[in-house]
């Protein structure tokens, strides 16, 4: 039988070595509490809020569960503005828009603040002292890192490297999220226009778990229980689900994305893009991705610019009940969703891996 209690679950008080990935703009706090109140941890992503808004969203989660939960940031360079590349993008969308009878931006916003400038949230994070706080697409300075060790929270950081962690390492932080290419949503690559080994979540998972001395946690396509106790046997103390549980019906997805990950047949596949955001992610391919892949594309703007320009497409065409221009992240294992309530699939996960 695969052994479930870690040193991990063991710290923050798990019954189960399961934690829902924080998919900021998906995640509620309905969905972490159901998490958390299942024995699982539970997870917020806050990136694309405002510090009250976060602030808000940690609250309403106390009030519905007691448990341990997870707050995300994007520690992502900050957006440098471009006007030609900005201007070339909004060009090169216009016809979309016009498709469907809108106007695009007259000019592009970066439309949420990286953790690593954002002053507010983490005055935020140090007055509310939520157990755990997470990070994408890089770290914070040392002075954060510390203030938020001092407020008593227990934090995690992606890697898609053995360099990347062996830095996580080095930073103090306390876990390890090793994603694999296989995982849906924002990859958090420390440096996108670097090189990407793509390593797929197994083979990442062994080498982190075997060389360095962190908790890593597995995270990239893993759906049910039989994947999660593949990761705890290959190191890892916990495996993160996204993808598993955006068709839980606490999740904020909307009603085309829940069908998207529940059809089961072939017409959805999943592909990376920067197009829609301005950062590699996986998600289901669309016709905002095939216009990012098209030899005309322009260069992008920096993100999260891009995502500008995406979010103003897609609420033009599903004004008009289209679809094509959204942001569905999924991982490769999408066929496998379920659409459970968020604590009947934790428990139907524990039971698998106990299977």
Known sequence: MTK????????????????????????????????????ALGSLGVAAMHADAAREAIKQTRTLTQGAFNINLFCHKPAQADARRERAWIDYLAPSFAEFGAQPPAQLREI?????????????????????????????????????????????????????????????????????????????????DGPDEQLGTLALTRLLSTRLSLPVIAAGGIMDGAGIAA???????????????????????DAAYRQALLAQDDAHVTVMTRSISGRPARGFANRLTALGAAPECPVLPDYPVVYDAGKALHAAAKARGSADFAAQWAGQGFRLSRGLPAADLVRTLRAEIDA
């Open 112 to 192: 949420y603040a990286s953790f690593m400038v954002d002053d507010d949230m983490l005055h935020m994070l140090l007055d509310e002292r939520p157990a755990v706080v997470s990070f994408h697409f890089g770290l914070p300075d040392a002075k954060r890192i510390a203030a938020l060790h001092a407020a008593g929270c227990y934090l995690m950081a992606t890697a898609t490297s053995l360099d990347e962690a062996r830095r996580i390492e080095a930073a103090g932080i306390d876990a390890i999220v090793a994603q694999g290419i296989e995982a849906g949503g924002h990859r958090g690559i420390f440096d996108p």
């Open 231 to 253: 990761a705890l046997t290959l190191g890892a103390q916990a495996a993160q689900l996204g993808t598993a549980f955006v068709s839980c019906p606490e999740s904020n997805a």
């Open 4 to 39: 479930t209690a870690t040193p991990l679950t063991a710290r923050l008080g798990l019954s189960h070595p399961i934690i829902q990935a924080p998919m900021a703009g998906t995640t509620t706090p309905a969905l972490a509490a159901a998490v958390s109140n299942a024995g």
